[in-house]
């Protein structure tokens, strides 16, 4: 199992950018597939971006394609998702997610979450 620590969110004006963080305990994060997900008050939980072990397979929903990044450093045990020309649509609490190697977009499938971090964007 691996702890997460989620980092970075805050408020910002629409147009602007940010950058979470999730940090992950242990000696082997290099072997999970990690994900960000969002939840908005009232709405479900919604997959953003995903990456497998290998950093090789990256996946990204509709709406954070061309405006977000999502990347690892292994050595730093770390997880990141830079988010760019940020909307006020995108205020959620955003969650990263792990999992054994591959990296998938649906939820249920990651067993380890961290307690998430929220992003306020206002116009």
């Given at each position: 199992?691996?702890?997460?620590?989620?980092?970075g969110g805050?408020?910002?004006?629409?147009?602007?950018s940010l950058r979470?963080?999730?940090?992950?305990?242990?000696?082997?994060?290099?072997t999970y597939g990690m994900g960000w997900?969002?939840?908005a008050p009232g709405k479900e939980r919604e997959f953003v971006a995903a990456i497998d072990w290998t950093g090789g397979n990256i996946?990204?929903?509709?709406?954070?394609?061309?405006?977000?990044t999502v990347f690892r450093d292994n050595a730093e045990n770390t997880l990141y998702l830079q988010m760019t020309s940020l909307k006020p649509e995108d205020t959620a609490v955003y969650f990263c997610a792990a999992r054994l190697?591959?990296?998938?977009m649906?939820?249920?499938?990651?067993?380890?979450?961290?307690?998430?971090?929220?992003?306020t964007v206002f116009s």
């Amino acid at each position: 199992q691996v702890q997460l620590v989620e980092s970075g969110g805050g408020l910002v004006q629409a147009g602007g950018s940010l950058r979470l963080s999730c940090t992950a305990s242990g000696r082997v994060f290099y072997t999970y597939g990690m994900g960000w997900f969002r939840q908005a008050p009232g709405k479900e939980r919604e997959f953003v971006a995903a990456i497998d072990w290998t950093g090789g397979n990256i996946y990204y929903s509709d709406s954070a394609k061309d405006r977000f990044t999502v990347f690892r450093d292994n050595a730093e045990n770390t997880l990141y998702l830079q988010m760019t020309s940020l909307k006020p649509e995108d205020t959620a609490v955003y969650f990263c997610a792990a999992r054994l190697y591959g990296a998938t977009m649906d939820p249920a499938s990651y067993p380890n979450w961290g307690q998430g971090a929220q992003v306020t964007v206002f116009s």
